[in-house]
């Protein structure tokens, strides 16, 4: 029987200044109390596409239809906070990507379709370009986190140079999941 791994497609954030950024927000979220699973610095990265469980004689074929997506090196500027899918039920927090969401919503779109002659099927969801930075555990302490999302509405983290396109193995954990590169398409 054929191994399968959990997969998916994205760019990593490897600035230091900007990990360090989001390493800080972090802080400034948990220092709310709420009961939150924060990401770690080192596994924040900006998802193209869940895959989930491909079998590994696929991870040739994904990586090929990567090549044929069309893409120059662009900036992405990291810019404020906020929470999926509302304020009254919350569930992940996110920061937030202002400049160069249209250069990552091409990715996807030119992307998509080519992963559908693999058979992999369409994306349930319409593509929303973010970081996770934390995932909400339980309502405790809700209106303080909320209160600290909406000031850190308009922070500012950085700019990313998004260059690699990267297919990514996650293996999951008891202590958290591990991401490793299996493929990478870079300009």
Known sequence: MLERIRSFIAFDIN????????????SKLVSTGANLKLV???NIHITIRFLGDIYLNRIDAVHEA???VSFAPFDVELKGVGVFPNTKYLRIVWAGIHKGSREL???????????????FKPEAKRFSP??????????????????????????EFG???ADCLRLKKSVL??????????KEVCH
Do not use: W
């Open 105 to 119: 919503g091409n990715i996807f779109d030119q992307l998509e379709p080519r992963l559908r002659k693999l058979d």
């Open 159 to 161: 700019v990313l140079r």
């Open 40 to 42: 770690k610095p080192e």
């Open 130 to 155: 973010h970081l996770t930075i934390a995932r909400v555990r339980t309502a405790h302490n809700k209106r303080e986190l909320i209160r600290h999302v909406e000031e850190l509405g308009d922070h």
């Open 15 to 26: 600035c230091r200044s900007l990990l360090g950024e989001l390493a800080e927000v972090q």
């Open 66 to 68: 990567m090549e044929e």
């Open 173 to 182: 954990t008891p202590k958290g999941p591990i991401y490793s590169t299996l």
